[in-house]
């Protein structure tokens, strides 16, 4: 059985400093579990006012490209998270996995929100579409980053094409009530586990703080338990005869309606 581990990490994160190498130290075990990280997760996070700044959006990705050796070198089977990444006019952020220290592509961010702290409207674009089901360990794995979380139908997409874990790399403020919800909403549309990392802390200076609270949640949409500054980093279970269960139950498996093709779509 593979874990799925949640964990909160600490704004302003550099591979090689004092806080990475305490990081690393709770992995000793977890060679055959799966890591989502919190979104981006190295260096302050940046997005936070307009204009987008090109020069700041540069130093972010070129940080987060000279982190994928550090998160390789975790002793995990796999670690999933997201990093902007610069496509010469913006940003996007884009989900991947590394598995052995080899990089796979899973999924672009597609919805942005545009408000103070994060006005990643204007910072990022989407360039590869699509919300795709990967095998990871053993289990198909789909990736929600943040904001995509709070689209249901996403989620109820991802447990028909098999998903037995949906990975929500997060960062998000002190409020969860939202992202429990969701998240809860979209382990019952799909039938999968939902696990989710969240940064926290703030930047000196700043008055944008991220709340922590990673979670994990069943197939059935039960939240199972909470991260906190006691307690970093969370594991869950995932068992594929509960997720193949699940998504025989109500209301996964009630089928899509067979549209006329003259018939509107929405």
Avoid at 23 to 52: K, Y
Avoid at 55 to 70: K, P, V
Avoid at 80 to 95: K, Q
Wanted: charged content about 25%; proline content about 6%.
């Amino acid at each position: 059985m593979v874990k799925a581990w949640s964990v909160e990490w600490p704004e302003g994160l550099l591979p090689g400093e004092a806080a990475w190498e305490e990081i690393s130290r709770q992995f000793v075990d977890a060679r055959n579990d799966i890591l989502i990280t919190n979104e981006m997760p190295f260096g302050f996070w940046q997005p936070t006012r307009r204009p987008f700044d090109i020069q700041a959006a540069r130093e972010w990705a070129a940080l987060h490209e000279r982190a994928l050796d550090a998160l390789s070198r975790l002793p995990l089977a796999a670690v999933i998270s997201s990093r902007p990444v610069f496509n010469g006019r913006r940003l996007v952020n884009e989900g991947f996995v590394l598995t052995e220290g080899r990089y796979e592509f899973i999924h672009q961010k597609h919805y942005f929100p545009s408000e103070t702290g994060w006005e990643e409207e204007s910072w990022f674009e989407l360039q590869r579409p699509g919300f795709d089901v990967v095998k990871i360990a053993g289990i198909k794995v789909g990736v929600l980053i943040c904001t995509e979380l709070m689209f249901g139908e996403k989620a109820r997409h991802l447990g028909k094409a098999g998903a037995d874990l949906i990975a929500v790399p997060r960062a998000t403020g002190v409020d969860h009530r939202m992202w429990r919800t969701a998240a809860s909403m979209a382990g019952i549309a799909s039938g999968a586990c939902v696990v989710s990392s969240n940064r926290v802390g703030t930047r000196p200076g700043s008055n944008l703080v991220f709340g922590g609270g990673g979670f994990t949640v069943d197939p059935d949409g039960f939240e199972i338990a909470v991260t906190s500054a006691q307690q970093p980093a969370i594991t869950l279970d995932i068992d594929t005869t509960l997720t193949a269960a699940a998504k025989a139950r109500y209301p996964v498996y009630v089928k899509e309606p067979a549209l006329e093709p003259d018939m509107p779509r929405g």
